[in-house]
């Protein structure tokens, strides 16, 4: 209820402002929205890099980024989908630059909140929507629920036929929506290793042959696509492959680790290492832990985000699901609740073929704890621990 007073009371006031205070920039904009539980940044990268391609005068403003041109802007910590005044300041920055057109990826947060707020969408594309941000929705029903806000603002949605919500999403629409399927999707982007891509990629496609772009330019786009950072990232290859994912979530952590195993021989080792951000969903936190124990051979827990949590409790509450798991004799669990070691042990325990997944921080530049963010940066902690066992 709390929640509720606050959206209305707060947040829209706040969005109605400040979509008046810059004179509503997206009223001049063609906006195509991606939202989902996973893959909303990879579709949305896709979106973009495919209409960039094919000259396009298109902006991006995602989880990474803010792309305007040759201008690259930060969208803040831990932010996917910009709060209303800075949200709608980039709209103003794009339509001034006589953008035509947006690709904008939008949360389930930023719907229930109003931050897009009289925002007209061209598209709205959903991905997927499984189990997250439940300590904020509290079921999956008001979850899925804040999703279709998408939709309600889009001229033509775009579903996916392998999601259990399109179905639902379809029966309240007034309009027929594109669907996409990713079985169509034959070839990916080098830069995007893993089957679960073809969702991505077939969502972008969609999108893209509804602009009125043939699939050879599609295609043609697809394969000079330069791959996002942090997003299933080949960072090594030899003597053992090392690959940082932002996977934070259990859907993304089983379709991130199903496709490690896919990249790994079947006499070696994956390695999993991630943790769970505090003060956020804690269902998810055995159900992630089940995930490791069922799919990675050596599990690594530990600190991810955890505010005013323990990183520890955190670390027992995912190793509770790894516990209940059955699984082979020889997978083994380890917990190290400092970041930098847990890194550095799962590289001393990395053998030649075996495959390192360092998930949940990915292109993150801070940690959090307490109500600090401390300086962080994936890239750099996985050579510092390369550099470690070279010296052993």
């Known amino acids: 209820m709390w929640q509720l007073i606050k ?81 709608q300041k980039l709209l103003k920055k794009v339509a001034q630059a006589n953008y035509e057109y947006v690709v904008l990826e ?51 949605a775009v579903l996916n036929r392998h999601d259990a919500s399109s179905p639902v999403a379809q029966s309240r629409l007034k309009y027929p929506p594109l669907i ?27 999108v893209a042959l509804d602009l009125k772009l043939t699939l050879d330019k599609i295609n043609g786009a697809l394969a000079s696509f330069p791959g996002i950072p942090g997003r299933m990232e080949i960072v090594l290859k030899k003597p053992f492959t090392i690959v940082v994912d932002f996977a934070h979530k259990p859907d993304a952590l089983e379709k991130a680790l199903v496709s490690l195993r896919a990249m790994t ?12 951000a505090g003060e956020r969903d804690s269902l998810k936190r055995p159900i992630m832990g089940s995930i490791a124990g069922r799919l990675a051979d050596i599990t690594v827990l530990t600190a991810e985000d955890p505010r005013s949590e323990s990183a520890e409790n955190i670390i027992a509450q995912i190793a509770a699901g790894w516990d209940k798991q059955e699984k082979p004799t020889t997978y083994r669990l380890y917990q190290e609740p400092d970041r930098q070691t847990a890194i550095n042990l799962a590289i001393k325990l990395a053998e030649t073929g075996d495959c390192v997944g360092f998930l949940g921080k990915s ?28 010296r052993q």
């Not at 004179?23 to 539980?37: D, E, F, H, N, Y």
Request: charged share 25%; aromatic share 12%.
């Open 265 to 276: 021989k079947p006499d070696k080792k994956v390695i999993a290492v991630f943790g769970s």
């Open 7 to 87: 959206n209305y009371f707060y947040h829209l006031p706040e969005a109605v402002l400040a979509r008046y205070f810059f004179r509503s920039p997206a009223r001049r904009l063609k906006i195509i929205g991606v939202t989902g539980t996973s893959g909303k940044t990879t579709t949305a990268h896709l979106i973009y890099h495919v209409l960039l391609k094919n000259g396009f005068k298109v902006a991006l403003i995602s989880t990474i980024a803010a792309k305007i041109g040759d201008e690259e802007l930060d969208t803040g910590l831990h932010v996917t989908n910009p709060a209303p005044f800075p949200l």
């Open 106 to 156: 939008v949360t389930s947060h930023g719907l229930d909140q109003f931050r897009v707020w009289g925002i007209k969408f061209a598209y709205g594309v959903i991905t997927n929507i499984t189990h997250e941000h439940l300590d904020y929705h509290r079921n999956m029903l008001r979850y899925r629920r804040a999703k279709f806000r998408l939709l309600k603002q889009s001229r033509i």
């Open 363 to 390: 292109h993150e530049k801070s940690m959090c704890f307490g109500k600090i963010e401390y300086p962080w940066d994936e890239f750099k902690a996985v050579k510092k621990a390369l550099k470690l066992r070279s």
């Open 180 to 206: 996409f399927d990713q079985d169509t999707v034959k070839v990916l982007p080098k830069t995007l290793p893993g089957d679960f891509n073809k969702a991505n990629v077939a969502a972008a496609t969609a």
